[in-house]
Each structure stands twice: as C-alpha cells, then as structure tokens.
C-alpha cells in the first residue's frame, strides 16, 4: 500500500527556473494539501484542494501554483523559483471533510540556489 | 506570539525512561488535538488523535488534553530507541472542506539513548 507518493525526492533549481512537483494518494481520499517544512516555522500549508475540481489557498501561495488533475493527484508548481522557496514539501492527503487526520508523503528536499 | 508553542529540544533520555512532550495554544476554538511523528528524512505519520479534553491511550502512549489550560501533552511510557524522532504537535477548529486549518507546532526532537 503506498500512501501518498511525492516525486522527485530530491532537487536543485537556480533562481528563475521553473519545476512541478508531483503527488499522488491511493487512499480514495477527497483532499489533498501541500505543505512546506522549514527550521523553527513549523509545517505551513501552501494550497489545499478540498475535492477534485477545487483549489485554495493557504497560509504561503506566493510564488506557487496548483493543479488538482483528477481525484488521485495534486501538483505544485514554482514559476520562477526564488531562494526563499527552499524548502522540504510535502503533499498530503484526507478522507473526509474535516482534515485533522492527515497522512503526508515522504517529502521533497528543494534547494534554489 | 504564534499560536501553537513547542519546546525545540532536543530531549535526551535514556532507554525505559517516561517522556512527557508538551505543547500550548493561545486560540480557544480549537478542538481537535492532534500528535505527529516524524523520523528523519520522512513525512510525519499521525500518532494521536484526541477531540476536546481528556485523556487518550493506545499501548506505550498517552495523550492528554486541558482545554481549561491551553495546554496538551504526550507521555510515552518504557521509552525506546525506536522512538527517537521529532514530534509535533497540531490542532484545529474542526471547520468543515480545507477552511479547517490545520496548526502545528515546531516539533520536539527527542533521541532515546541505551
């Protein structure tokens, strides 16, 4: 069973470049959120997609993009990666409508340089 | 002042020893309590999950909410070195659709020595 699957695991951008990252839950669950992790901030939600065909912002949009391509995955995109943007992401997902019990994927490790 | 606060650590205890991890919050509406944890490299996993005030246990862990206090705690008992992790502690409303924003704390670091 694999949960939340985040891709790539890994990656180095310079400043202005373009990237997605991708998600994808196999739980049938109905939200899906992206969160940043960074030292001393805690986890900050970025945009959450309450069900398929919706997007909202969160607590840090700036700077990203979403795409809830269908009930199964969630991207985010970064237009023009900032040095502010490096980050560890994770995506997330939830069964119902209230999301306390969050089941996150294993993260992406973003460094803009 | 943020609205959920957590002690860094890290903590270091040694093996079989009683862990109290504490968190407190200043914004009365929330009534879910939640604790994650989450090894090095990895995603948080969902550990506890309490409604309101009281106490929850399941096997080694003990959650513990007071409302009255803004304050909650996760005891682990017979601690191991496989317990050695970050744990955060989050919270919410409870609103229905993602309005329910979800708050966590910083994380604990703990490391279980033998």
């Known amino acids: 069973n694999a949960g939340v699957t985040q891709t790539p695991k890994f990656q180095v951008l310079k400043t202005g470049q373009s990237m997605t990252l991708q998600c994808a839950q196999d739980m049938n669950h109905n939200s899906m959120y992206w969160y940043r992790q960074d030292p001393g901030m805690g986890l900050r939600l970025i945009y959450y997609s309450a069900s398929e065909g919706t997007t909202d912002k969160g607590e840090v949009p700036n700077g990203y993009n979403v795409s809830r391509l269908n009930k199964r995955e969630f991207s985010l995109r970064l237009e023009s990666a900032a040095p502010s943007q490096t980050s560890v992401y994770f995506c997330?997902?939830?069964?119902?409508?209230?999301?306390?019990?969050?089941?996150f994927g294993s993260g992406t490790q973003l460094s803009v340089l | 002042q943020k609205e959920v606060e957590q002690d860094p650590g890290p903590l270091s205890v040694p093996e079989g020893a009683i862990v109290s991890l504490n968190c407190t919050y200043s914004?009365?509406?929330?009534?879910?309590f939640m604790w994650y944890r989450q090894y090095s490299r990895k995603g948080p996993e969902l550990l506890m999950y309490?409604?309101?005030?009281g106490n929850k246990e399941d096997g080694r862990f003990t959650a513990q909410v007071d409302k009255s206090s803004k304050y909650i705690s996760l005891f682990i008992r017979d601690s191991q070195p496989s317990d050695s992790a970050t744990y955060l502690c989050?919270?919410?409303?409870?609103?229905?659709?993602?309005?329910?924003?979800?708050?966590f704390g910083t994380g604990t670091q703990l490391k279980v020595e033998l």
């Open positions: 997330a997902s939830s069964e119902g409508a209230t999301n306390e019990k969050l089941f």
């Open positions: 914004n009365s509406a929330f009534q879910y």
């Open positions: 989050a919270m919410s409303g409870g609103l229905t659709g993602g309005g329910n924003k979800l708050t």
């Open positions: 309490t409604y309101s005030s």
